[in-house]
């Protein structure tokens, strides 16, 4: 049987990855994580192609996915999950360093779910993850 993948990290930064891993597995418990470093890898495994091809057919959850990503950034990935209709319905949350007002009404106007800026200092970031993971994987609902 399949494992189910709750949250899909989506993250080229290895630092960022393991604090928000850390964060997700210690406070809240969620224990089905997949880290992809790039958009290209994250798409394949959504429409379970290449090496995701025989992963099964259940979705995460959710998807946090970073908005600056080499190659298929971040607005390229959720622009083509939003237009798919096998993914579209799969909630995105996007995580950038540094934003501006442009950028966040690109990503609401593509689909995103919820815009979160990354604070410098890691415990910061750490807080707003918690948040984040507690009010997806605990307070919404889903399909």
Request: glycine residues 6%; negative net charge; charged residues 25%.
């Amino acid at each position: 049987m399949p494992q189910l993948v709750e949250i899909l990290l989506v993250d080229d930064s290895v630092t960022d990855a393991e604090l928000i891993m850390s964060s997700l597995q210690e406070r809240l418990r969620v224990r089905n994580l997949l880290w992809l470093p790039t958009g290209e890898a994250a798409l394949d495994f959504l429409r379970r192609k290449g090496e995701y091809a025989n992963r099964g057919r259940l979705q995460p959850r959710l998807v946090i996915l970073d908005k600056n990503l080499p190659g298929l950034n971040g607005l390229d990935v959720l622009q083509q999950m939003k237009a798919d209709p096998a993914l579209k319905l799969i909630p995105v949350v996007m995580l950038t360093g540094s934003s501006t007002d442009a950028e966040k009404k690109e990503s609401y106007h593509l689909g995103v779910n919820s815009f979160i800026l990354k604070p410098a200092e890691s415990t910061l970031f750490a807080t707003e993850i918690d948040r984040l993971g507690a009010y997806w994987m605990q307070v919404n609902q889903t399909l």
